[in-house]
């Protein structure tokens, strides 16, 4: 168990839909990291947040959004899915704002039907 | 971001040690070097990481040449627990994409 939690597990929507996918850090992290994986992709990585600002912004569409609230946890907002959207999406948590070791969370499987 | 080049699998008998290369030839003197693994149906996780020196943790140990311009990630005793995908990234101090990785076969 890393400490990092992601809910909900498992998610089908349909095209055109919008979703919020949530993930609570390990405590006492102030880094959160969202990653895209899809079979063909590898692991993507999203966007940082670090204690609340955005820290770095990686391959993430204009059709997702992201936030970290006070209490440091983070919400993923996808919308305007799209079938090509579907895939495992993970966050990690780390304890400073550079990259060192993350740990992530199980994913939540999104599939857009 | 540098690039990093795995082979695509490895097989190691149980209990025998595994060395998993991984070449970084484009690497810059501010790149660390990571690896982390993916069990199937889970997240990745942390294996270890360096900058310069080799290191070792509970889980392996970080080899890395004298040039930086390759490493290797060691596993002492391969376990059945150890059958995995992993990868080697490199990281400026911010979040990278994983490449393909290296799937890791575990033969009892």
């Known amino acids: 168990d890393s400490g990092v939690t992601q809910t909900p597990k498992h998610l089908i929507t349909a095209t055109g839909q919008r979703v919020t996918l949530r993930c609570s850090p390990r405590?006492?992290?102030?880094?959160v990291y969202w990653y895209q994986q899809s079979l063909d992709q590898g692991l993507q990585f999203l966007i940082q947040y670090y204690n609340g600002e955005e820290r770095a912004k990686g391959n993430i569409l204009e059709r997702f959004s992201a936030q970290q609230f006070p209490d440091l946890h983070s919400e993923l907002n996808l919308s305007s899915l799209e079938l090509g959207d579907s895939a495992l999406y993970f966050c990690?948590?780390?304890?400073?704002?550079?990259?060192?070791?993350?740990?992530f969370g199980q994913g939540t499987r999104l599939t857009v039907v | 971001d540098a690039k990093t080049t795995q082979p695509n699998s490895m097989e190691s008998n149980e209990e025998e040690p595994v060395h998993l290369p991984c070449n970084h030839s484009?690497?810059?003197?501010?790149?660390?070097i990571h690896w982390y693994r993916q069990l199937p149906s889970q997240g990745p996780e942390y294996v270890i990481h360096g900058l310069t020196s080799n290191v070792n943790n509970r889980m392996a140990s970080l080899a890395i040449a004298e040039d930086r311009k390759s490493s290797t990630l060691i596993l002492h005793r391969a376990t059945l627990r150890d059958a995995a995908v992993y990868y080697c990234?490199?990281?400026?101090?911010?979040?990278?994409?994983f490449g393909a990785g290296t799937r890791l076969t575990v033969k009892p």
């Open positions: 990234i490199l990281s400026r101090g911010r979040a990278v994409r």
């Open positions: 990690a948590s780390g304890a400073g704002a550079g990259y060192t070791e993350a740990f």
């Open positions: 405590s006492g992290d102030l880094s």
């Open positions: 484009t690497i810059s003197g501010t790149d660390y």
